[in-house]
């Protein structure tokens, strides 16, 4: 996996701007926050994310996989406000499941999901290597 950095753009903050991989493709569904049950066991938007990072690391685990083999995220959330606010705790459910391994992120702000009590839903893509 090769991080790409034009020696004179600023590095990014928690995402990288683009990477190179080469192996096995593993693409995730939009993943949301609740638990093997389908349930939601809280409103909160750190809980819900860090419930879907537990999701994703289950799955990634199911093709043999582990997060340092992410190579793209796509977060839909529906309260930009709230997303903002949640940083610091976001951050630390973040690093708790993924450490400090930043793929390529977007962030796009959604009117709502199919799933009721959603807050967060997540696609991902990963890189097994040959």
Known sequence: MKFLQPPDWPRPKGYSNGIVARGQL???????GWNAQEVFETDDF????RQCFANITALLQEAGATPEHLVRMTW???DRAEYLAAGKGLGAAYKEYFGRHYPV????GVEGFVETGAKLEIEATAV???
């Not at 750190?46 to 994310?49: K, L, M, P, S, T």
């Not at 992120?105 to 796009?108: F, P, R, S, W």
Request: net charge negative.
């Open 105 to 108: 992120m977007a962030v796009i």
């Open 46 to 49: 750190v809980g819900q994310a």
């Open 26 to 32: 593993v693409f995730l569904a939009g993943i949301v």
């Open 76 to 78: 839909f959330v529906n």
């Open 128 to 130: 097994i290597p040959d």
